[in-house]
């Protein structure tokens, strides 16, 4: 069983920079593949970004590419989101989540996550 909460998120205006944190709990946290997902208002969740149980391999969307870092510290059961060159469209609630298993291929759908922590928000003013 892993227990996920996220922090970090605010207020911030275009251009600016927000660093999301993800505390889990759980001896194992490890082994686990983590991702973040987000949601803005009246649309459905979608990918952000995903990294390894080592931290050598890390996956992000399109959208974010070159302006977001994921990153992990095992030793705090901690991962990370960097966020800069904040857009409003980056407003949205940011999920962390945790997959137990799960092939390259499929860490960006939703459904392959275990667990899910309650979300922060993040918005971007223009």
């Known amino acids: 069983q892993v227990q996920l909460v996220e922090s970090g998120g605010g207020l911030v205006q275009a251009g600016g920079s927000l660093r999301l944190s993800c505390a889990a709990s759980?001896?194992?946290?490890?082994?686990?593949?983590m991702g973040w997902f987000r949601q803005a208002p009246g649309k459905e969740r979608e990918f952000v970004a995903a990294?390894?149980?080592?931290?050598?391999?890390?996956y992000y969307a399109d959208s974010v590419k070159g302006r977001f870092t994921i990153s992990r510290d095992n030793a705090k059961n901690t991962v990370y989101l960097q966020m800069n060159s904040l857009k409003p469209e980056d407003t949205a609630v940011y999920y962390c989540?945790?997959?137990?298993?799960?092939?390259?291929?499929?860490?960006?759908?939703?459904?392959?996550?275990?667990?899910w922590g309650q979300g922060t928000q993040v918005t971007v003013s223009s």
């Open positions: 759980g001896r194992t946290f490890s082994s686990y593949v």
């Open positions: 990294i390894t149980w080592s931290g050598g391999s890390t």
């Open positions: 989540a945790a997959a137990a298993a799960v092939y390259s291929n499929r860490m960006y759908t939703s459904r392959s996550y275990d667990y």
